[in-house]
T-cell receptor, first 117, second 116 residues
Framework: AQKVTQAQTEISVVEKEDVTLDCVYE???????LFWYKQPPSGELVFLIR??????QNEISGRYSWNFQKSTSSFNFTITASQVVDSAVYFC??????????????FGKGTKLTVNP | DAGVIQSPRHEVTEMGQEVTLRCKPI?????LFWYRQTMMRGLELLIY????????DSGMPEDRFSAKMPNASFSTLKIQPSEPRDSAVYFC??????????????FGPGTRLLVL
């Protein structure tokens, strides 16, 4: 079965520190899709990034960067020079193909990041 | 463009009452998803529609839950009768399906349901 593990339940850092959120996934598919979402205290789920299994290039978007490594089945997320506004719960997700035709996302349990001033 | 719209944003009801949650997907998106978020189980898919047709309802907990999508711009999730264990945040999400798998799902703001 498809599975996403975010081993870090909570992380607390001081503003301007760099922080990495870990995501390990399990899948039997050769083609698969990974996502990161942010859930700020207001509760909505905000899409951050989508990555398919054929694209192993790391991606950078401003202070955010993602390291995708198929060899270790990991898709880690780094925030550089963290800010208080980065405080949120971050979810890693994997598209699940176990149900025929389904586009279901399997989510990790999330990592709660607190950035203190 | 407007994102996914959900209503109501908050709902408090008493056990046994019927609850109807509503969702308007992003215009042009033809896949719609209902997810539930609880502390115990995290985020889990309840049902998935493609072109208004239910494709995967394996996550619907029991017969008390039902979902419909009468047209491309509207979906409902109904709980009847509601129970305290149904208290959760219910998210609706939509995605374009352009013949490619793994499209990004865009989520609405969620409906916080409390059943007393």
């Amino acid at each position: 079965a498809q599975k996403v593990t975010q081993a870090q339940t909570e992380i607390s850092v001081v503003e301007k520190e760099d922080v990495t959120l870990d995501c390990v996934y399990e899948t039997r598919d050769t083609t698969y899709y990974l996502f990161w979402y942010k859930q700020p205290p207001s509760g909505e789920l905000v899409f951050l990034i989508r990555r398919n299994s054929f694209d192993e290039q790391n991606e950078i978007s401003g202070r955010y960067s993602w390291n995708f490594q198929k060899s270790t089945s990991s898709f880690n997320f780094t925030i550089t020079a963290s800010q208080v506004v980065d405080s949120a719960v971050y979810f890693c997700a994997l598209r699940d193909r176990t149900q025929g035709g389904s586009e279901k996302l399997v989510f990790g349990k999330g990592t709660k990041l607190t950035v203190n001033p | 463009d407007a994102g996914v719209i959900q209503s109501p944003r908050h709902e408090v009801t008493e056990m046994g009452q019927e609850v109807t949650l509503r969702c308007k997907p992003i215009s042009g998106h033809n896949s719609l998803f209902w997810y539930r978020q609880t502390m115990m189980r995290g985020l889990e898919l309840l049902i998935y529609f493609n072109n208004n047709v239910p494709i995967d309802d394996s996550g619907m907990p029991e017969d008390r839950f039902s979902a419909k999508m009468p047209n491309a711009s509207f979906s409902t999730l109904k709980i009847q009768p509601s129970e305290p264990r149904d208290s959760a945040v219910y998210f609706c999400a939509s995605s374009p399906t352009r013949g490619r798998p793994g499209e990004t799902q865009y989520f609405g703001p969620g409906t916080r349901l409390l059943v007393l």
